[in-house]
């Protein structure tokens, strides 16, 4: 069986991760301002965000541990937005855990971008 594999660079990998957490923080801030919202179309977010998110997997498959691990956090990303956007009783709570999940993001891509500096570089 020939089995064909794309070897992606240290640089490819971190930048798209990069982008990947900062399409996912724009979805998160979208549901706290208004000002988020009107300055990007919510279409060509969910486009960019998606193959983003295509692309990072593809370029996870090599290890399917991160791939869980990165999966996980945009689906819970994705619930926590879902769940402010359609509201309710339990907004308040939803805004923490979104808030919460934000701030992680945001150490993370910050991480992500002094490596990726390095790396260019380099």
Excluded: W
């Excluded at 798209?16 to 009107?38: G, K």
Aim: hydrophobic content about 50%; charged content about 20%; overall charge negative.
């Amino acid at each position: 069986m020939n089995v064909q594999t794309t070897v992606h660079s240290h640089i490819d990998v971190t930048d798209t991760l990069v982008r990947l957490y900062l399409f996912l923080a724009q979805s998160m801030d979208r549901c706290v301002s208004e000002a988020a919202r009107s300055d990007y179309p919510e279409a060509e977010l969910q486009s960019h965000l998606a193959s983003t998110k295509a692309a990072v997997m593809d370029m996870l498959a090599v290890n399917p541990v991160v791939k869980a691990k990165v999966e996980g956090e945009c689906n819970r990303v994705h619930a926590l937005v879902v769940a402010c956007v359609t509201g309710g009783a339990a907004k308040a709570v939803v805004l923490d855990e979104l808030k919460a999940e934000r701030a992680v993001l945001q150490h993370k891509t910050m991480a992500l971008s002094d490596l990726l500096a390095v790396f260019r570089a380099a």
